[in-house]
């Protein structure tokens, strides 16, 4: 064996516990906006805005953060 073979690289993985949060917090976003939908197209908005929830609350906290 030549020592380039010889040298085996370690991965590490870590938990992927943001995943069940980004998980849970679009299954409340759905919940959330299609409750209030009442067209056909404010659902499909609901379902849009489901997966982008993070952006929503980055940019409400910025806003809230600014006014102080």
Do not use: C
Not at 13 to 26: C, E, K, L, P
Not at 39 to 47: F, K
């Amino acid at each position: 064996m030549t020592p380039e073979e010889q040298k085996k690289s370690v991965v590490i993985h870590s938990g992927g516990g943001a995943d069940a949060v980004y998980g849970i917090g679009m299954i409340g976003a759905w919940v959330y906006y299609l409750k209030r939908a009442t067209t056909n197209q404010e659902r499909a908005l609901g379902l849009a805005k489901g997966l982008a929830w993070p952006a929503f609350l980055v940019y409400a906290l910025l806003v809230f953060l600014e006014e102080k």
